[in-house]
């Protein structure tokens, strides 16, 4: 079992979205991490700031893992476009 870190810059990012239903869908999607490396929408980054991505419609949550102390750290959510990766 994992815990879910929400660092201050992805919580700031995530309150900017317009839309609640899609802040509602990242937040759910996001916990859903709690079983990873058993989840949908992941992928490991290379060369990135992060190590992965969670995929959500057109939003990416990067986060990081601590595989000894089982820590999921969510440190960005931003929408998709050409600045992304």
Known sequence: MNDINWKP?????????????????IYVEAQAL???PN?????KLTNHDYS????VGSYR???EFDGNVHI???EEVKKRDEHTY
């Open 9 to 25: 810059k992805a919580l700031k990012q995530i309150e900017k979205i317009k839309e609640p239903s899609t802040r509602k869908k």
């Open 34 to 36: 709690i079983d990873f």
């Open 39 to 43: 989840c949908q929408g992941i992928k």
């Open 52 to 55: 992965y991505r969670l995929r």
């Open 61 to 63: 949550v990067f986060f």
């Open 72 to 74: 999921i750290d969510i």
